[in-house]
T-cell receptor, first 115, second 110 residues
């Protein structure tokens, strides 16, 4: 079945440690996105990528980094510079961006906790 | 980007029809209107998308008036499992990503 897979489902990070969240899709979608969600809040955009080897910062990119070496994969690294990383992280993909609004497919999320 | 305004929360009972209205006064000519549903600890799920008039699928209906400055998501005969957060999003500029607000938290009781 086509879909988007995030791993791990739960992740614990020690202070000062970098961690990488995985996002893989087999939908042949061109665009991929990372969002962060805090309790009772909406989704905030961290980074997005429209094509391989290209990505743009979202509203809260500080303390995060991404790569897009393959169409199927868009990993997110939460660096030690991110002072409050505890949150629910969601990855999404879509056929593309543009004037029309393409439906997004979301993964099931990764819950990151700083210990 | 067109800003959307929707109620923070709504309450309903099982079997009732629920209508959630979203305002988007600055919608652009080529913007579509899309609604997503999110359950706790899950990613949002695409529900319905439309451009004008009425769109219906197996889950919901979307009503869009001629001026397109608002839209209404209609959920027929809700059940407890429809308790979720519903997001209204409008269009996107070319090369940007969708912005999700806080959505409307729908609580369905028996």
């Amino acid at each position: 079945d086509g879909g988007i897979t995030q791993s791990p489902k739960y992740l614990f990070r020690k202070e000062g440690q970098n961690v990488t969240l995985s996002c893989e899709q087999n939908l042949n979608h061109d665009a991929m996105y990372w969002y962060r969600q805090d309790p009772g809040q909406g989704l905030r955009l961290i980074y997005y990528s429209q094509i391989v080897n290209d990505f743009q910062k979202g509203d809260i990119a500080e303390g995060y980094s991404v790569s897009r070496e393959k169409k199927e994969s868009f990993p997110l690294t939460v660096t030690s510079a991110q002072k409050n990383p505890t949150a629910f992280y969601l990855c999404a993909s879509s056929m593309g961006t543009g004037a029309t609004n393409y439906g997004y497919t979301f993964g099931s999320g990764t819950r990151l906790t700083v210990v | 980007l067109a800003k959307t305004t929707q109620p923070i929360s709504m309450d309903s009972y099982e079997g009732q029809e629920v209508n959630i209205t979203c305002s988007h006064n600055n919608i652009a000519t080529n913007d579509y209107i899309t609604w997503y549903q999110q359950f706790p600890s899950q990613g949002p799920r695409f529900i319905i998308q439309g451009y004008k008039t009425k769109v219906t699928n197996e889950v919901a209906s979307l009503f869009i008036p001629a001026d397109r400055k608002s839209s209404t998501l209609s959920l027929p005969r809700v059940s407890l499992s429809d308790t979720a957060v519903y997001y209204c999003l409008v269009g996107e500029k070319a090369g940007t990503a969708l912005i999700f607000g806080k959505g409307t938290t729908l609580s369905v009781s028996s």
